[in-house]
């Protein structure tokens, strides 16, 4: 069993960005268990990262992560990078020192916005800090998710079968990268 974390960067009720997560995460095998990460954590505080300090919300999500294999980042952008709560929540897994849980974990980057430029510069900016963080991350595509209104339907599903071939593209690479680290 592939256990699949998919992590989005927008906490706001609506997000368009967590709707396009689902959608690619549903062309994922059938095999798979895919679950939703909560990143809604107390910040980042290294004062508190001791024995008898650690927020529940630090614990909570740590142990959720070690449960993961694979993690696919969905993510708006926010003033050209990440949002700072999903920066928060790679900062927290980071950490205490010697016990990321990101490390080696294959990783698939979406990037999403209503504009034309799709997030690029959120791409680019969590691309950065997964190199640090030592995750195998899809190259290709890239998956700059522009538009993203005029892709969701009136219910906020994706119904397009262009759009289902490019996220199933995107699922079966992610896949082929997974399989890829675990022979
Ligand atoms: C603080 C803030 C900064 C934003 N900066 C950008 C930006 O740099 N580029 C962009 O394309 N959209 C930007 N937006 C617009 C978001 O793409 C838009 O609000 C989007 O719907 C957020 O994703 P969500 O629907 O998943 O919450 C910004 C929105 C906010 C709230």
Redesign the pocket.
């Known amino acids: 069993m592939t256990n699949v974390g998919v992590i989005?960067?927008?906490?706001?009720e609506?997000?368009?960005?967590?709707?396009?997560a689902k959608a690619v995460a549903d062309q994922l095998p059938a095999d798979y268990n895919v679950s939703l990460i909560d990143i809604n954590l107390d910040l980042y505080n290294e004062d508190l990262d001791v024995d008898g300090k650690v927020p529940a919300s630090w614990t909570k999500f740590r142990e959720a992560m070690n449960n993961v294999d694979a993690v696919i980042f969905a993510?708006?952008?926010?003033?050209?990078?990440i949002?700072g709560g999903l920066k928060n929540a790679i900062d927290v897994g980071s950490r205490p020192m010697g016990s990321s849980i990101w490390d080696k974990k294959p990783a698939l980057i979406i990037s999403?916005?209503?504009?034309a430029?799709?997030?690029f510069?959120?791409n680019m900016a969590l691309r950065q800090s997964l190199v640090f963080l030592n995750m195998p991350v899809v190259q290709q595509p890239e998956a700059y998710i522009?538009g993203?209104t005029n892709i969701l339907d009136d219910n906020g599903e994706v119904t397009s079968q262009r759009e289902l071939s490019y996220f199933k593209s995107i699922a079966d690479t992610f896949v082929d990268l997974i399989n890829k680290m675990n022979s």
Request: proline share 10%.
């Open positions: 989005v960067g927008s906490l706001r609506g997000s368009f960005t967590k709707k396009i993510t708006p952008e926010y003033n050209r990078s949002p999403v916005s209503p504009g430029i799709g997030g510069g959120a522009g993203v």
